[in-house]
């Protein structure tokens, strides 16, 4: 087993901070730049930091996502069935438009019942696992990629940095992990008793994969992927770019490690995030649901111009209100993997 000293000797390692002289950080960066050589004690010292700092992050951010999302699933189907009931309608799986968030509850607990809130759940647990997680790996690894720091580079080149990686976490991950959201948004679109046949379209998700591949192939799985791309680097950099930066600056004395102040901080910056890219998020989702349908969108202005001509403006934006209900898991995640990380650093150096 290992001991005390030889555990405290590896905290070490993992959590001081580098001499002058012995900075970990790459040879270069793009945005801060970087030392013009890294000894061999300093390699030494990033192999046993990187790997440990990047598997402790997955683990750790996908656990506290499992939770929030699980939690928040019934007001996540909700969302989903309001942003989409147009594109529902179109296609002849929803006979009557949603009057609200109230109404939707509403018609899902007497036409599907109460586990029908979470239809779709463990599709969705399944994908936000690897994708919340690998979101906060990436980002650490991005972060440190790019080597901004306050001090050395600046407020401005640091607050740019927290941005660029937050967005290039978002991006990689989602080139890796999209058509698990595809499965997860149609299964949750995926009405019984509200369609006019009465029938679901799948009956999970394998079905979902077996029917899209079968009439559009892989292409039919990343429907509406580019958009998606340019939606989640616009949230994703606010949602890790804002958080860093502003944390450290409110989060201080009495507020420091203290979840209350945590989780509000989170919420109000995953809530302004998600409003600001919101309409990214619905013209993805609109092009997915047109997968093995005989009509879609060519591209993503091609979608935006048909909603807004015969939904409006206001289309773009439906099921906003139940986003921002979700926006309590998402803040979830932020304080419950601060709190995670204290304790596993606590653990480290007893």
């Excluded at 309001?82 to 438009?97: A, C, R, S, Y």
């Excluded at 001090?151 to 991950?173: D, I, M, R």
């Excluded at 009956?203 to 077996?210: F, I, N």
């Excluded at 292409?219 to 958080?243: D, E, N, P």
Aim: hydrophobic fraction near 40%; include cysteine.
């Amino acid at each position: 087993g290992i001991t005390k000293r030889e555990k405290k000797s590896h905290a070490s390692l993992l959590l001081s901070p580098p001499r002058p002289g012995n900075d970990p950080s790459p040879p270069s960066s793009p945005l801060c730049g970087g030392e013009d050589q890294v000894g061999r004690g300093d390699k030494r010292m990033a192999s046993i930091r990187k790997p440990e700092k990047f598997s402790t992050d997955f683990v750790m951010g996908g656990a506290a996502a499992i939770v929030a999302k699980s939690a928040a699933a019934p007001i996540e189907r909700v969302k989903l069935l309001l942003q989409n009931q147009g594109e529902m309608i179109k296609t002849g799986h929803l006979t009557k438009p949603y009057s609200g968030v109230g109404n939707c509850f509403l018609r899902i607990f007497r036409e599907e019942g109460v586990l029908s809130f979470w239809r779709g759940n463990q599709a969705n647990v399944i994908r936000y696992f690897p994708t919340q997680a690998s979101n906060f790996a990436f980002k650490g690894y991005f972060k440190n990629l790019l080597g901004c720091s306050k001090e050395k580079h600046g407020y401005f080149k640091w607050f740019a940095g927290n941005v660029a990686s937050g967005s290039a976490a978002g991006a990689t991950t989602s080139l890796f992990l999209y058509h698990l959201d595809y499965a997860r948004t149609r299964l949750g679109t995926d009405a019984k008793e509200c369609s006019v046949s009465g029938k679901r379209q799948f009956t999970g998700m394998v079905d979902v994969y077996r029917k899209t591949l079968s009439s559009d192939g892989v292409k039919g799985l990343y429907r509406g992927f580019g958009v998606s791309i340019l939606g989640i680097t616009l949230y994703r950099g606010m949602y890790f770019g804002m958080y860093d930066t502003i944390k450290p600056i409110v989060l201080v004395g009495s507020l420091e490690g203290n979840f209350l102040a945590s989780f509000l901080l989170g919420w109000s910056i995953t809530t302004s995030a998600g409003v600001i890219a919101y309409p990214f998020d619905t013209l993805r989702r609109r092009m997915m649901l047109t997968s093995g349908q005989p009509v879609k969108y060519r591209n993503a202005v091609h979608a935006l111009r048909e909603i807004m001509k015969t939904e409006g403006f206001y289309a773009l934006y439906r099921g906003v209100t139940a986003n921002m209900l979700l926006g309590v898991a998402g803040a979830g995640v932020l304080a419950g993997y601060d709190q995670l990380h204290r304790i596993a650093y606590k653990h480290w150096v007893q």
